[in-house]
């Protein structure tokens, strides 16, 4: 019986201690987030959680530790690379980041003269296995072998494009597949230097052209030397490191951008690669990489005194990438099109947040991280959250969509909230032709350009269904307009004759008269009386009433949500608040320069001429839930037509009803309009100043109570 409790208080010291390892692995000094399309901030799973924070001591590294190291880099056998800087050496460590050797001096290809690094800051191991070393201050390319003996030494190129006063200290190295070298120099913003495995100058790849401001041409054209020396050059942007992929193509970082230029590419949703911190540059220098997601690959988007500053890029399988924040010690991972999938790190002492993080590199699914100033490499480990969404792109890349698919779904299920999530699914179903299942899906991640390209596929599923009916239902609807103006215009040829007050109906039906006659039809209103305030004040509660209809019912294209709330100040500031104004404005001028027409007569002429906005908006709307991106410049038309007509026929309205010329009229629209702004001036001081007696009021009020 004693022996059976042992048992059981073992099994249960096991399990609880078996839960505090879980409980301590799942406890992260950082949270993981991203930003959904709005830009709001939301935390999700932990992709990467740390696995081991190893010292020189964990490394085996005997004697000093490391010093200030920079630079990292993960070979094809899974060896890793530590550029040390401070001690001017380089780390190799096995795949279990154990040391296999350290390279602290080696000996000229003459086999006699030893040499040392001098501050040694970029670091790469092509495939064949030789190390390409960015000794930097000794202004050079250290190429060696795996045992550490010397390949080539490669000196600093000469050209007759390097400036005067040149000065080339590499920081940070590549090599493609051709053999083709990249060298970042630092303060050196002509771009990535190319040099053939030679080290013979190629060229400059990547520069970033300056477009100067007009001001600035206006100033250079007015100012003299002395004054042009003193003021401030416009200079391309310099990069500050280099990743080569297994295509050819250089991720270069910059962190020198202009802050505010940085964050406002960033906010606006710059697709372009002006301003952007990553580019991803081909042979010819010219940046292909693809910012599709919500927002640009530029880092944190809520920041309140920094913006982010990439220093290095890690690059993972299937085009995903992580690039590192240098101003937040944070790691952004990225797709291939630019979609934000996490960000995690931060600054601090604790295991899985860094003081200032230098490099970072992909050992298969596991992420490395180089602290300099802790001098300690952290090794991050996949949690299942990171590994299903690695597995969706990767399902993705290879055409497995039903894999894709399942593996997205297994995302959402931890992490509902994931736009991206629902987008690779709508994609998996975009390639297997499931549109309708990608238009919801597209829908849910707020990829509204990816959703109407789906749209354009379904809609000609629809339309092949019902081709026959398609154009019967379209003659159909035309002869009813068709009936119905007929009908409009035997009504009002009928008013003509008809004595007496005419009827609602047909005072409302004159209005297309006006449209289609404005000048016989607005001088009839004032003085044959087709028209009256009643049917005025219906045709303004018309518009406002599309107005509010075309909230509700106008497609995706005119607004891209489904949650429309409807407040009806938001109408009345755009209809009625300045119709009444226009109305007041003119009247009041028109009266002090000899119009003939009355507050009453511009009202209704005015309200007559707002008939177009409302029988153009409303088929408008209703054809906007069938038109694609593509067809967008249609609804953009019929909407400045109706608009434009309106604003015609008020126009001819006031002309008539005050007996103006063209010219007279114009100017004093100009004016009224110019009075409709003053007015409102007043209205909102006035309002202001009672509400500031009222608050006086009320204080003394207060007082002389609270005194008695």
């Not at 010093?67 to 056998?77: I, M, S």
């Not at 049917?535 to 406002?544: E, G, K, L, S, T």
């Not at 007279?664 to 110019?674: E, G, L, P, R």
Request: proline share 3%; with cysteine; net charge neutral.
């Amino acid at each position: 019986m004693v022996r059976k409790k042992w048992i059981l208080f073992l099994a249960a010291l096991l399990l609880l201690c078996s839960f505090g390892i879980e409980s301590a692995s799942a406890m992260v000094p950082y949270k993981t987030y991203f930003y959904d399309y709005d830009g709001e901030y939301l935390v999700s799973p932990d992709a990467y959680v740390p696995d081991k924070v190893l010292n020189a001591k964990a490394m085996g590294i005997e004697g000093a530790g490391l010093n200030q190291p920079l630079d990292l880099f993960v070979d094809n056998n899974n060896s890793v690379y530590i550029a040390d800087t401070g001690s001017n050496r380089i780390i190799i460590l096995d795949e279990q980041y154990r040391i296999k050797r350290e390279i602290t001096e080696f000996v000229h290809e003459d086999g006699v003269t030893k040499d040392q690094f001098n501050t040694p800051s970029g670091i790469f191991v092509s495939e064949e296995g030789l190390i390409y070393v960015a000794d930097s201050k000794n202004a050079r390319i250290v190429v060696l072998h795996q045992d550490g003996s010397v390949e080539k030494i490669l000196e600093a190129p000469d050209s007759d494009v390097f400036p005067a006063g040149f000065i080339y200290e590499p920081s940070a190295i590549g090599v493609d597949p051709s053999g083709l070298i990249y060298v970042i120099s630092k303060s050196t913003n002509m771009g990535v230097i190319a040099l053939n495995a030679d080290g013979g100058f190629e060229g400059f790849v990547g520069a970033e052209k300056v477009v100067p401001k007009v001001s600035d041409l206006f100033w250079k054209l007015v100012t003299t030397k002395e004054q042009k020396s003193r003021t401030a050059k416009s200079v391309p942007t310099e990069y500050n490191n280099i990743t080569i992929d297994e295509l050819g193509f250089a991720y270069v970082t910059s962190s020198a951008i202009h802050a505010r230029n940085q964050y406002s590419a960033l906010i606006n949703r710059d697709k372009s690669s002006k301003h952007a911190p990553i580019k991803r540059l081909n042979n010819t220098g010219i940046d292909v990489l693809k910012r599709n997601g919500a927002f640009p690959p530029a880092g944190d988007i809520q920041t309140t005194d920094k913006v982010s500053r990439f220093i290095d890029v890690a690059l993972a399988e299937d085009g995903a990438y992580s690039t590192l924040d240098s101003s937040q010690n944070k790691i952004f991972t990225y797709d291939d099109n630019g979609n934000l999938l996490y960000v995690f790190g931060g600054y601090g002492t604790q295991d899985g947040v860094f003081q200032s993080a230098s490099a970072l590199a992909y050992q298969s699914n596991n992420l490395l991280v180089l602290d300099k100033d802790s001098s300690k490499l952290t090794v991050f480990r996949r949690t299942e959250y990171g590994a299903n969404i690695a597995a969706a792109i990767h399902h993705r890349k290879n055409r497995n969509y039903d894999e894709s698919i399942a593996a997205w779904q297994r995302v959402l299920k931890m992490n509902p909230t994931l736009e991206m999530a629902y987008s690779g699914v709508a994609q998996s179903n975009m390639r297997k032709e499931e549109y309708k299942k990608a238009m919801h899906n597209y829908k849910l991640a707020n990829d509204w350009d990816h959703y109407f390209k789906a749209f354009a596929e379904y809609r000609k599923e629809i339309v092949s269904k019902f081709i026959i009916l398609i154009p019967i239902v379209a003659a159909a609807i035309l002869w009813l307009v068709y009936r119905f103006f007929k009908y409009a215009k035997k009504v009002n040829t009928a008013g003509w004759r008809k004595p007496g007050k005419r009827t609602l109906w047909e005072e409302l039906l004159y209005s297309f008269h006006v449209m289609f006659h404005p000048f016989d039809g607005f001088w009839d209103l004032k003085h044959e009386k087709r028209g009256s305030v009643r049917a005025a004040v219906i045709i303004v509660a018309a518009v406002m009433a599309v107005d509010i209809f075309k909230q509700l019912a106008g497609g995706y294209i005119l607004y891209p949500s489904d949650w429309r709330v409807i407040e009806l100040w938001d109408t009345l500031l755009s209809v009625l608040i300045p119709f009444g104004l226009w109305c007041c404005a003119n009247w009041g001028l028109t009266t002090l320069m000899d119009g003939e027409g009355s507050l009453k007569d511009i009202f209704i002429a005015s309200s007559y001429s707002l008939v177009p906005m409302v029988i153009i908006t409303i088929p408008v709307t209703l054809f906007s839930n069938i038109v694609v991106l593509e067809e967008q410049q249609f609804i953009t038309f019929f909407t400045t037509l109706a608009l434009g007509w309106s604003l015609g026929l008020i126009f001819i309205g006031v002309l008539v009803t005050n007996d103006y010329s063209p010219f007279k009229n114009f100017y004093t629209s100009a004016i009224s309009i110019v009075g409709m702004g003053f007015i409102a001036f007043l209205t909102v001081l006035f309002i202001n100043i009672l509400q500031n007696m009222n608050s006086f009021i009320t204080t003394i009020i207060n007082e002389i109570t609270f005194r008695l």
